[in-house]
């Protein structure tokens, strides 16, 4: 089982950044995709980015070029850099770490909200 906490949600301008954190602890494989999805109200959990142990990064269409995610597997820590965020930015995000090796068992942090102001 992998325990997953997240930091660093808030509130900010439109135009701002913030930086989220997620610590992994727990047993945790080379192959674990690591990863941030976001909730808004009303909408369904999509997607935000995720990345390999490798470095091989994925992108949600409405965040390239904005959003940067990065990982070191040593310290099983993952962040998003977010930048020159919008109003439609606000979610809750979560952090993921998908696990092939556990038959692709997904593993979900309790969520930090990100509210950005018009």
């Known amino acids: 089982q992998v325990q997953l906490v997240e930091s660093g949600g808030g509130l900010v301008q439109a135009g701002g950044s913030l930086r989220l954190s997620c610590v992994a602890s727990?047993?945790?494989?080379?192959?674990?995709?690591m990863g941030w999805y976001r909730q808004a109200p009303g909408k369904q959990r999509e997607l935000v980015a995720d990345i390999t142990s490798g470095g091989t990064t994925n992108y949600a269409d409405s965040v390239k070029g904005r959003f940067t995610i990065s990982r070191d597997n040593f310290k099983g820590t993952v962040w998003l850099q977010m930048s020159s965020l919008k109003p439609e930015d606000t979610a809750v995000y979560y952090c993921?770490?998908?696990?092939?090796?556990?038959?692709?068992?997904?593993?979900w942090g309790k969520g930090t909200l990100v509210t950005v102001s018009s």
């Open positions: 993921n770490i998908y696990q092939a090796s556990l038959s692709g068992m997904d593993n």
């Open positions: 727990g047993t945790l494989f080379s192959s674990d995709v």
